[in-house]
């Protein structure tokens, strides 16, 4: 599976960005699309998750009321909205699957994923 996302930008603090995760290829019922970031001079972090399956959902601390993850199983895309934006949220933003032949719990660590899009950028300014 191939991941492209796309939607990033510049946005001042409170605004609002939808990222996009095109996935080429199949994505199967008991994969994961996740969402990490990383800023510059730190390590990447866990923002959300979503199962295929179920559209059960995860969400990283930091973004939990501000963020929601959803998906379109007809075009194997996955979204991001991101709302009330603060400048902590600056970061390059990665799309990424895990692939797993069984049914798996939520994962915050990126290790357990497999495929990595190429990022996105998302600056939030003051």
């Known amino acids: 599976v191939q991941l492209q996302a796309s939607g990033g930008g510049l946005v001042q603090a409170g605004g609002s960005l939808r990222l996009n995760c095109a996935a080429s290829?199949?994505?199967?019922?008991?994969?994961?699309i996740g969402w990490f970031r990383q800023a510059p001079g730190q390590e990447r972090e866990f923002v959300a998750a979503?199962?295929?399956?179920?559209?059960?959902?995860q969400y990283g601390d930091s973004v939990k009321g501000r963020f929601a993850i959803s998906r379109d199983s007809t075009k194997n895309t996955v979204y991001l909205q991101m709302n009330d934006l603060k400048p902590e949220d600056t970061a390059v933003y990665y799309c990424?699957?895990?692939?797993?032949?069984?049914?798996?719990?939520?994962?915050?660590?990126?290790?357990?994923?497999?495929?990595w899009g190429q990022g996105t950028l998302v600056t939030v300014s003051s």
């Open positions: 990424t699957i895990r692939r797993s032949p069984v049914a798996t719990p939520f994962s915050f660590f990126e290790s357990v994923y497999n495929d």
């Open positions: 290829g199949d994505i199967f019922s008991n994969n994961h």
């Open positions: 979503i199962k295929w399956r179920d559209n059960k959902k």
